[in-house]
């Protein structure tokens, strides 16, 4: 897609390109640090299929340095033209490559292929942005983790296959942090968290 056919798809992005860009990344941040609690974070608007919530976190961590990998269902010309105006982050066919993944509820079954890190860099695994239709309503987990007082009761709406890869992909520091968004809301999960799942740690 060259420049001239992708700008019939530009749309604006944040009202206040810093402003909005460092109160989302400090509202991600604090997501991470404050594991299962729902953040606001509405400084976007919604991009085609992109909740603003999502699209929020793409503009505030996505730059030239961050490949990015998107799921088909964001894989469009509006989504790619406003991505790579707005962040200019280059988007790979590799999932190997990523350092960001963009995923739905039905691609959060498979986290085969993302790169999780290594012993000398964990920092750089992948971290992935998972769009949802709610952040609630699913099976009753609770987290245990750094950030957490005891135990968080968490209900996201996400099929059990995950948990399961995501503990598969998990030998702390190495792991995939996570960000699950759904409308103007955001709750992060980083790799340090534990999940209980019927009083047993699944992920």
Not at 37 to 60: D, F, G, K
Not at 177 to 199: C, K, M, W, Y
């Amino acid at each position: 897609m060259n420049a001239a056919n992708s700008s019939q798809w530009l749309q604006p992005a944040f009202n206040d390109p810093v402003l909005d860009a460092q109160t989302s990344f400090r509202t991600a941040l604090k997501a991470l640090a404050e594991p299962g609690l729902v953040q606001s974070m509405n400084r976007a608007l919604a991009l085609e299929n992109l909740h603003p919530a999502t699209y929020a976190l793409c503009l505030a961590f996505l730059d030239g340095d961050t490949p990015l990998w998107l799921a088909p269902c964001f894989d469009t010309p509006a989504i790619r033209a406003n991505l790579l105006f707005h962040c200019g982050c280059p988007i790979v066919a590799e999932r190997e490559s990523a350092l960001f993944a963009l995923l739905d509820e039905s691609g959060a079954d498979d986290l085969a292929d993302f790169d999780n890190g290594s012993e000398r860099y964990p920092d750089q695994s992948c971290t992935l942005l998972i769009q949802l239709d709610a952040l609630a309503g699913g099976e009753h987990l609770r987290w245990r983790g750094p950030g957490i007082k005891d135990v968080r009761a968490v209900e996201l709406p996400l099929r059990s296959s995950f948990w399961q890869q995501r503990q598969a992909r998990s030998a702390f520091p190495r792991g995939l942090d996570v960000f699950f968004a759904a409308g103007e809301q955001v709750i992060g999960l980083p790799r340090s968290t534990h999940v209980l799942f019927n009083a047993e740690e699944v992920a």
